[in-house]
């Protein structure tokens, strides 16, 4: 009880309403959340005509099944990442690789998704495990946040992936989260 | 709490035996300590502490129990199976101090003691309590799933320990250890299993499908197997993926646990009952493969065909759920080794 008024105290921070032109719409969960205990999180969709609509997540880790692999609960029961599909990027401009960017497949259904994990006001971290981390949200109720910034293309769908905004919107999360920021400044 | 065997015949003359044996006499003195209104209220109040610490986290330990494909599928079964267990074993966890004065004492003697009802202080375990009683703290105030469960067998433990002494944990060794299945792995530890044994289990269908001529590939991720018409043309027919197809893991561990029941019931050397369950676990693998096997096959067969592959999937679905039950069938073939006829009697025996 005292657990969930402590989290509860603390809202989850909103993604931005729009990012690099594509309009954000509010969506009801579109993955498999109960892999991941039905974690609080918000959800936003960018679509722009012609490019392959941008998701987003932000989730509040609160059970250890918050931090499961991205392919295991994005698409399907046969989520799987593509061989030799993963790695890990920087930010936009930077150097330091803090985003795990990876290639998943499931039925009929191909995604890239860039995924991290990350403290109220830290730094973020590309490795889905990470013990400090766990630590952090199961015991001590701090807040941390699984971000997953992911497009989706359906098999012979002929839309491309916008690539600016995709990694563009994951940097701006990363940094909101990052100065303890809760909604997008209008 | 302590005075609930004292009665008022220890103030009367020795009586002659009027049981030949301790499991003659336990529901008697099961009846003696139900109807005693002391034992009633600790039983009732025992019960409402652990629904309130416990109940609302059931759930989520459903939850990840029912995840589709969960490898802890046997979740589900543990808790009604540690009831029937001590339901079975009623008898013998009435009277918990038995071994210890079949140690003691010869069987006239044993019969004179209880019946005389001459009880002793059961030694108490205390640290466990000091052990537990933190971690359920804990525990409860991170709501994650493994802890709850991790921190409901401990505080059991715990609690029998304190209460009831070292005696009746003995008897009650099983069931708590039985109970520890039902701990909710996270979700990366099982990912982690199932993407080691799938490629195992998926090596031996396809060596199977291609000894009945068929051509199969397995994509370098893991999942599906493609089966193809012939190797020049590739052209697919079916594709077993391991979630949707479904490998019958969870089916699997649900028989396991099963046996694991079902042979603690048995009077048996623990190197038998092994061996008896390692026969089960390699008849369930074969017939996972063999399934596996037969879904390609007819995927092969009328996988050209939507109505076919959707037959195909029926079977796969069907089959799956039959899997747990021809096991057991095939099983108790084995298990009439152990020339048992009745529950009472394998009760009796332990």
Not at chain 1, 65 to 79: E, H, V
């Amino acid at each position: 009880m005292a657990a969930r008024s402590k989290m509860a105290a603390h809202p989850n921070p909103m993604p931005p309403d729009k990012a690099n032109q594509s309009e954000g719409q509010v969506v009801l969960t579109p993955l498999e959340n109960r892999e991941r205990d039905h974690a609080r999180s918000v959800y936003r969709l960018y679509t722009r005509p012609g490019a392959a609509p941008i998701y987003v997540s932000i989730t509040r880790a609160e059970t250890l099944n918050s931090f499961r692999a991205p392919y295991q609960y994005l698409l399907d029961s046969d989520g799987r990442m593509r061989e030799n599909q993963r790695n890990v990027i920087p930010r936009d401009g930077e150097e330091l690789p803090v985003h795990l960017y990876e290639r998943i497949v499931g039925h009929g259904t191909e995604a890239v998704v860039l995924h991290w994990t990350q403290n109220w006001g830290g730094e973020p971290i590309a490795d889905p495990l990470t013990l400090g981390q766990m630590f952090d949200a199961t015991i001590r109720k701090e807040p941390v946040y699984v971000v997953d910034v992911w497009s989706i293309f359906r098999a012979g769908g002929g839309s491309r992936l916008d690539e600016t905004t995709w990694i563009r919107t994951a940097d701006y999360i990363d940094r909101m989260i990052k100065n303890k920021k809760v909604t997008t400044p209008h | 709490m302590d005075d609930i065997f004292e009665s008022k015949e220890d103030a009367a003359p020795p009586a002659p035996l009027a049981y030949n044996e301790p499991f003659e006499y336990a529901p008697v003195r099961l009846r003696r300590l139900l109807t005693n209104p002391g034992v009633r209220i600790e039983l009732i109040v025992t019960i409402v502490l652990f629904a309130v610490m416990f109940l609302p986290h059931l759930w989520w330990w459903a939850l990840r129990w029912t995840l589709p494909d969960s490898l802890q599928l046997y979740g589900l079964i543990v808790i009604p199976l540690v009831l029937a267990w001590m339901w079975l074993a009623r008898w013998r966890l009435v009277i918990p101090e038995l071994d210890w004065l079949n140690e003691q004492f010869t069987e006239k003697s044993v019969m004179r003691w209880l019946t005389e009802e001459r009880h002793e202080e059961p030694k108490r375990l205390r640290w466990t309590l000091f052990l537990a009683v933190p971690f359920t703290l804990l525990a409860l105030w991170s709501g994650e799933p493994m802890l709850t469960a991790l921190a409901f067998v401990g505080f059991l433990t715990a609690y029998l320990g304190y209460r009831f002494g070292t005696q009746l944990l003995r008897v009650m060794a099983f069931p708590l250890s039985f109970l520890c299945l039902m701990t909710p792995l996270p979700g990366f530890l099982l990912d982690f299993i199932s993407k080691r044994i799938t490629p195992m289990t998926f090596r031996i269908t396809t060596s199977l499908l291609a000894a009945l001529g068929l051509q199969t590939e397995v994509l370098p991720e893991g999942t599906p197997i493609q089966i193809f018409a012939n190797e020049e043309q590739k052209q697919l027919l079916y594709e077993i993926y391991a979630g949707r197809t479904g490998m019958g893991y969870p089916e699997l561990l649900v028989f396991m646990v099963g046996v694991l029941w079902y042979l603690s019931l048995i009077e048996a050397g623990f190197a038998r009952k092994l061996l008896t369950w390692l026969i089960g676990l390699a008849i369930f693998l074969m017939l996972i493969a063999v399934r596996l096997t037969i879904v390609g096959f007819l995927g092969a067969k009328l996988g050209d065909t939507l109505d076919g592959r959707e037959w195909t999937n029926v079977f796969a679905l069907i089959s799956r759920i039959a899997l747990p039950f021809l096991g057991w069938w095939i099983m108790s073939f084995v298990l009439r080794g152990f020339q048992c006829r009745t529950y009472h009697e394998w009760v009796r025996g332990r």
